[in-house]
Structures are given as structure tokens and as C-alpha cells.
């Protein structure tokens, strides 16, 4: 088992102009002594120029699935030299009603140096990452690869 642990600060700040007078602004301090500049998502009364939770989230499933990827694929035999993705998230109302993020999208381009899979063993090495991504089993949303 592992543990990880974070500290997120906030202070009120005026919001000029708005009735709830109060900035979402924080921070996220993160292990390794990272902070990161974070907010809530600009239809929320957030700054755009911050990081949300609900992209924080969709990019942690994107490097979880990634980092299961890298490691089930080496096993198998397949050296991936570069992988990107262009992951999207979908905000809207789950299955009681309740706002959440309730699809992620992950779209990898993968680049093999050497052998690369076929279609039907790409397909198998994508859903054996999703089954062993630990944030992919930890959350509600469906996650889609988009293979097009």
C-alpha cells in the first residue's frame, strides 16, 4: 500500500464585481515540494489561467492509463518510443442526478520503436492498462479509448 498526501491552501481574495466576493484561487502543494496554481473551471467563477480539479482528474486518468500502457507493453515486448494523448473530460448530471465527470475520453497516438502490435493486440494492451489503472478503478466515469 501506498499513501500520498497533499496540502491545499486558500485565503480569501475580493472578486471585484461579483456577488459571492470571494476568488477560487488556491494552491496545490504536492509531494517533491510542487505547487501548482489551481482554481475552480471558468464557468464556476474560476481563472482560466489556473488548473480545475475536473481537468486534474482527466489528466491524472491520462497519465495512469499511459503509465499502465508503458508498463504492459514492455512486457509484452513492445518498446513504445513516444505516446501523447489528447484526453477530454465530460461534465454533466450522473445516474442520481448529481453533476460529476461522468465520461473521460483518452485518444493515444503511440509511436513503437521496433515490433508494433496489430490492431487486435493494441486493443488487448489499451484494456489491460484500463483494468490495472489504479485512478481508472477509482472512479465512476466510463473511460473510453478512441481508436479513430
Known sequence: MSDFNVEIAWQRAPRAGHPDDYSRAHQWRLAGEQTLRASSAPDYAGDAGHTNPEEALV???????????????????????????????????????????????????IVFDG?????????????????????GNSITAQVRIATD
Open 59 to 109: 489528466a491524472a486518468v491520462s497519465s495512469c492509463h499511459m503509465l499502465t500502457f508503458l508498463a504492459v507493453a514492455d512486457k509484452r515486448g513492445f518498446k513504445v518510443g513516444s505516446y501523447r494523448d489528447q484526453a477530454s473530460g465530460t461534465l454533466g448530471k450522473n445516474a442520481q442526478g448529481r453533476m460529476a465527470v461522468t465520461e473521460v475520453v483518452l485518444r493515444p497516438v
Open 115 to 135: 515490433a508494433e502490435p496489430n490492431a487486435e493486440e493494441l486493443d488487448k494492451l489499451h484494456e489491460s492498462a484500463h483494468r490495472n489503472c489504479f485512478i
